[in-house]
């Protein structure tokens, strides 16, 4: 029997199935975004004369802004909910993701990248607020199923990108048939999501920690482990999301069809797992899963290291795929078991480490690569994939540690 099992489970009301639905609909919204505009990252290269060097700080601009956005976004959502911010931001980013497509120049590309960071914090932040809302409602495990479908929603926008090309529609028409439906969407779930009164609920087994009509202050420490499994975590997604392929090509010499092969089996395997993954953690409890996903991570990590052949490296990516994929939503998952009023500062804070993870594992395996070579280069996720397993002990539910402050809540 894990942990969580240890805590009567509430039976759902009508009311916390439609908030479900509608957090399913902001995570599909947010991988479809996500995706459109990623896919078409050599595109916008080409249209704007754009050099490797330009493009790579056009891409850094995205994940430093969407930090910031994160933490507006947790603030923000203390005071007047989670649903508030997501009925601003998830349009703003479908926006700016089509406004990137009709910049005539690099000025106003650089302007919707700005745009499209603050709405990627806002999102990432304020529909993980929500999923954490909802598990709290439904008593058990739940937030990897959104995840789940954020990772269908990311491929259906590559499928609709690879369609799109070959229909020959221009960036601004491929954007906009994909984003404002998206966005009408997003707006209409909007209604459905908790309010800030429900959403700013503390459960029975916390009510001792946070008074009534207060937002409790969260304490930095027990969030740390969380932080840096997730910083850890998107050092390795980054590292396969930029390098996988080049990889592929220099080390084992894949031939062009073999090579999208790595990251398509990345993929693949974080879906699946993720399709499962609210289950395994209602059976073994969130540390336990957490800490077999860093091993695993770390298995496949070693497989890429020190695969002689194209077939072995694909079947590491696999496995790195398995491992990491648990590791984002038991993160979140743990941030709102630690913030007592359920006001969203642990997981705004948690979901900040996701950008510094995707820049630092961009830079540290760029880095290390130009100074040795790919195999070595991919030795620095492997060793912070093995560090996961110890962080793993933070997982543990255990009683939260109010901060030294708190800030009175308006609806």
């Given at each position: 029997?894990?942990?969580?099992?240890?805590?009567?489970?509430?039976?759902?009301?009508?009311?916390?199935?439609?908030?479900?639905?509608?957090?399913?609909?902001?995570?599909?919204?947010?991988?479809?975004?996500?995706?459109?505009?990623?896919?078409?990252?050599?595109?916008?290269?080409?249209?704007?004369?754009?050099?490797?060097?330009?493009?790579t700080i056009l891409l850094l601009v995205?994940?430093?802004?969407?930090?910031?956005?994160?933490?507006?976004?947790?603030?923000?959502?203390?005071?007047?909910?989670?649903?508030?911010?997501?009925?601003?931001?998830?349009?703003?980013?479908?926006?700016?993701?089509?406004?990137?497509?009709?910049?005539?120049?690099?000025?106003?590309?650089?302007?919707?990248?700005?745009?499209?960071?603050?709405?990627?914090?806002?999102?990432?932040?304020?529909?993980?607020?929500?999923?954490?809302?909802?598990?709290?409602?439904?008593?058990?495990?739940?937030?990897?199923?959104?995840?789940?479908?954020?990772?269908?929603?990311?491929?259906?926008?590559?499928?609709?990108?690879?369609?799109?090309?070959?229909?020959?529609?221009?960036?601004?028409?491929?954007?906009?048939?994909?984003?404002?439906?998206?966005?009408?969407?997003?707006?209409?779930?909007?209604?459905?999501?908790?309010?800030?009164?429900?959403?700013?609920?503390?459960?029975?087994?916390?009510?001792e920690n946070a008074p009534a009509g207060?937002?409790?202050?969260?304490?930095?420490?027990?969030?740390?482990?969380?932080?840096?499994?997730?910083?850890?975590?998107?050092?390795?997604?980054?590292?396969?999301?930029?390098?996988?392929?080049?990889?592929?090509?220099?080390?084992?010499?894949?031939?062009?069809?073999?090579?999208?092969?790595?990251?398509?089996?990345?993929?693949?395997?974080?879906?699946?797992?993720?399709?499962?993954?609210?289950?395994?953690?209602?059976?073994?409890?969130?540390?336990?899963?957490?800490?077999?996903?860093?091993?695993?991570?770390?298995?496949?990590?070693?497989?890429?290291?020190?695969?002689?052949?194209?077939?072995?490296?694909?079947?590491?990516?696999?496995?790195?795929?398995?491992?990491?994929?648990v590791i984002a939503p038991q993160s979140?998952?743990?941030?709102?078991?630690?913030?007592?009023?359920?006001?969203?500062?642990?997981?705004?804070?948690?979901?900040?480490?996701?950008?510094?993870?995707?820049?630092?594992?961009?830079?540290?395996?760029?880095?290390?690569?130009?100074?040795?070579?790919?195999?070595?280069?991919?030795?620095?996720?492997?060793?912070?994939?093995?560090?996961?397993?110890?962080?793993?002990?933070?997982?543990?539910?255990?009683?939260?540690?109010?901060?030294?402050?708190?800030?009175?809540?308006?609806?």
């Amino acid at each position: 029997m894990s942990a969580e099992d240890t805590v009567p489970t509430p039976r759902p009301t009508p009311r916390d199935r439609q908030a479900r639905l509608a957090t399913f609909a902001v995570f599909f919204v947010q991988g479809l975004t996500f995706a459109t505009l990623l896919t078409h990252v050599d595109a916008l290269q080409r249209k704007h004369g754009l050099s490797d060097g330009e493009l790579t700080i056009l891409l850094l601009v995205v994940p430093v802004i969407a930090g910031a956005g994160s933490v507006l976004a947790g603030a923000a959502a203390s005071r007047w909910g989670s649903r508030t911010i997501l009925r601003v931001v998830q349009p703003l980013a479908c926006a700016a993701v089509v406004l990137a497509g009709l910049a005539p120049n690099v000025p106003t590309l650089v302007a919707a990248n700005v745009l499209f960071g603050l709405g990627l914090g806002g999102v990432d932040a304020g529909m993980n607020m929500q999923g954490v809302a909802v598990e709290r409602e439904y008593g058990r495990a739940v937030l990897t199923g959104f995840h789940a479908l954020w990772s269908v929603a990311a491929v259906a926008g590559a499928l609709w990108a690879s369609a799109a090309a070959t229909l020959g529609l221009t960036l601004p028409v491929m954007f906009a048939i994909a984003l404002v439906p998206a966005a009408a969407v997003s707006v209409l779930s909007s209604f459905r999501l908790y309010r800030p009164e429900e959403e700013h609920r503390a459960s029975p087994s916390r009510e001792e920690n946070a008074p009534a009509g207060t937002a409790a202050g969260v304490a930095w420490r027990p969030i740390i482990p969380l932080c840096l499994a997730m910083a850890f975590l998107y050092v390795g997604d980054s590292s396969i999301s930029n390098f996988g392929s080049v990889f592929m090509g220099k080390v084992v010499h894949a031939s062009a069809g073999v090579i999208p092969l790595a990251l398509g089996a990345y993929q693949l395997t974080t879906f699946l797992v993720r399709v499962g993954g609210d289950f395994a953690v209602r059976r073994w409890g969130s540390a336990a899963i957490v800490r077999a996903g860093g091993a695993v991570a770390t298995l496949g990590f070693v497989a890429i290291v020190t695969a002689p052949t194209a077939p072995l490296a694909i079947a590491g990516f696999a496995l790195t795929g398995i491992g990491l994929s648990v590791i984002a939503p038991q993160s979140f998952s743990a941030a709102g078991r630690l913030d007592p009023a359920g006001t969203g500062v642990a997981i705004a804070r948690v979901n900040m480490f996701n950008y510094v993870g995707f820049i630092v594992g961009a830079a540290l395996v760029g880095g290390i690569a130009d100074a040795s070579d790919y195999r070595v280069a991919f030795g620095a996720p492997l060793v912070l994939a093995a560090a996961i397993i110890l962080l793993a002990r933070g997982f543990q539910p255990r009683t939260a540690e109010p901060g030294p402050t708190a800030a009175p809540l308006t609806s």
